[in-house]
């Protein structure tokens, strides 16, 4: 990704040290985070440090790789956050890969580079779902910084840029990962906005968005599709207003074991998120994920082609 005119990871290995652009201090500032073995990683990714599926599950191998007690790393991992089915995947690939006698180091950096490909090749098939003059609606944050480089749903975005496309990026309450997008597509020259979560369904109504693209966290075999909380809503407004409604993602997405949206683990996080703008104390329930049935979704971009549901 683009970042002050300089190619950039959002994350990356010095030596053994995990290097990471700090999540929760965007867009202010750009801080690096550095995790020394595979509790500061797991405080990482517990603690939005680190965030997205594909980059979670990037950190994680590269926990495993630097812990010197593998099966107390690959224990501590996998309990730091449950939707993302990356995180799984990573972590099994690493337990294959050390099975095999591979070197723990080269595998989580064959693993991340693996990932930057499948994204790479995710942002050519999608970009030509793209028409010059589209106006794009996305969800969350699936960009680079979610996913090492280029992204999931902006990955065809990014690679669309020689075109004249205009980006709605949805606030995303209540993390904001939507200031994270616009982070990324301001630094990329891409022109777009900022909405409110409530004002998506304004806009594609008025006739203003042209297809929406999201990224997802797990994928059951059915083609329900686990994403930041509102994609479900975003989706039902879409089908509504009869604009294509894209899910972007790698293959690994897919549980084999989940048959459908219903069997996916949905993470509660704190009370805290939702209450911290106005300080206010009362019940709150804070569903980070939902499930956006396979009905509401016209293609799956892969990094083997695109997938009709
Ligand atoms: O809670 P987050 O910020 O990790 O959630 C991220 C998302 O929901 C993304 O849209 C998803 O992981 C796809 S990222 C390429």
């Given at each position: 990704m683009l970042v002050n005119g300089k190619q950039m990871k959002s994350l990356w290995r010095d030596g053994t040290e995990i290097k990471m652009i700090d999540q929760r201090i965007l867009p202010q500032r750009i801080e690096i985070f550095t995790a020394r073995d595979e509790n500061e990683i797991a405080y990482a990714i517990k603690e939005m440090v680190v965030r997205g599926a594909p980059a979670i599950g990037v950190a994680a191998a590269y926990g495993i790789a630097i812990a010197e007690d593998k099966d107390y790393a690959v224990n501590l991992l996998s309990k730091?956050?449950?939707?993302?089915?990356d995180l799984f995947y990573a972590i099994t690939y690493m337990k294959d890969a050390i099975e095999h006698g591979k070197d723990a180091l080269e595998s989580a950096d064959e693993y991340m580079n693996a990932i930057i490909e499948k994204c790479r090749k995710i942002g050519e098939n999608g970009k030509k779902l793209i028409k010059n003059g589209y106006k794009i609606l996305t969800h969350c944050n699936a960009g680079a910084l979610a996913t090492i480089d280029?992204?999931?749903?902006l990955a065809p975005i990014r690679m669309a840029k020689d075109k004249e496309i205009f980006v709605w990026v949805d606030e995303t309450r209540p993390r904001l990962q939507g200031l994270l997008t616009s982070w990324e597509l301001y630094h990329e020259g891409i022109s777009h906005a900022v909405i409110a979560d409530n004002a998506a369904g304004y806009f594609m109504e008025k006739g203003e968005v042209d297809m929406v693209i999201v990224g997802a966290d797990r994928i059951a075999l059915n083609y329900d599709v686990a994403n930041k909380i509102g994609t479900y809503e975003k989706a039902v407004v879409a089908k509504e207003n009869e604009i294509p409604f894209y899910v972007a993602a790698p293959?690994?997405?897919?549980?084999?074991?989940?048959?459908?949206?219903?069997?996916i683990k949905i993470e509660e996080r704190s009370m805290e998120e939702v209450t911290k703008i106005y300080n206010f104390k009362t019940g709150v329930r804070n569903p980070a994920f939902d499930i956006t049935p396979a009905k509401y979704i016209t293609g799956i971009i892969t990094e083997e082609g695109i997938i009709k549901p």
């Open positions: 730091t956050r449950p939707t993302a089915h280029y992204g999931t749903a293959l690994n997405t897919f549980d084999k074991d989940i048959e459908n949206g219903n069997q």
